[in-house]
């Protein structure tokens, strides 16, 4: 029996697109900005036409056509050279505005100065862009909580956005592939409610198009980010201010770990400590040792003990936050940086200053993966860690 439905003014035959579906998603997909088309390149046509369909404005007039269409089920990083994402099209949710940790090193600073709150109709939102996935047969991708805001933040004890969503998805499995979820409140997934929709998101469904793959290659359908990038929780406090302390987050990850869950620690970011370049030392710059080799190697070997799936780390960048300057602890930072990077200048991008790439390797970098191998852990740069999650 013929059936049908109707999603954002179009009609769908239930089990697929119709011809002249497919031909209006080819249509609008030959309009997509460039930096987009090596993800729309890859796909049959009629995933390019699925893909198109949900992510592209339908009635627009314009030439060349942004991924601006969904409401909260978007397309990961717009800006991004989409070249970098081997895997295709990727989804991005965040579940609030605004994140109430404060860490001074947070890149989001630079674009959002907003108080953490709750978006209107989210969870209206989220359920008309799933319903839109399933009617066009979108192709499955992974899909990360989230990137500009803690999903955990104190605002889920009360509106509980984050569980609703993970166990839509959980409804809607067959549309994603990894589930990553990033977080510095790990223990708020220490309630049963979290923990059944976690374990459902960690097993793809028999008939799920990606399964066998992933179970052939051992790849968890579920990544708990967890970020520990500090062991000393003094040293948290000068940095994370608002975030929970280091032992609430081990005892959170031991949890987590007791239960079979796949937990990733982010040691991240890394910063220069003790010696800088012999003569001088942190100290001299009225900061304390915050990550010392010490305290790095208690982080890794934490890790072991517990038996996380890997560590994602990131060199610190000095991120000029969208109102007033830089924290007295950042403004130091930025003059280590400067003293460490010698003779190179340091790179500006986007209102923020990194460390020269050589530089950056040589005294951080290369120490931090000698402390990850000697625990025979696996360590991914957090930009490899991205492209390379299925």
Known sequence: MYTAMKTHGLLFAAGGLSEHDVDKG???AKRVHPKYRPVFEKLSETDRAAVALYFLPHGSKKDVLEVTRPRVVKWYCPFADQREFPSGHRYSINVYTGCNHQCRYCYVNGYSA????CKSRFRQDLCKDLEALEALGVPPAPVHLSNSTDALQPLEQEHRHTLFTLQKLAEHRNRFTTVALLTKNPAALTDDRYIEVLHQLNELPADHPRRHWFVENGFSPLRLEVSLAFFDDQHRRLLDPMAPSVEN???AIRFLRKQGLPVFLRIDPLFPHDPLGGSKTMADFGLPDIQSTSDLESLVRFGREVGVRGVVYSV?????????????VMDEMKRIYQRISGDQPLMSRGGSW???????????VGPFLELCERQSLVA????TNLITTP
Do not use: D, F, H, W
């Not at 610190?316 to 007295?328: F, M, N």
């Open 114 to 117: 907003r108080q953490p709150g």
């Open 380 to 383: 991914k740069a957090c930009k």
């Open 316 to 328: 610190a960048k000095i991120t000029r936050p969208q109102q007033g300057g830089l924290s007295p």
């Open 249 to 251: 987050r081990m005892e």
């Open 354 to 364: 990194r460390l020269p790439a050589n530089v950056a390797n040589e005294q951080i």
């Open 26 to 28: 080819l249509s609008l």
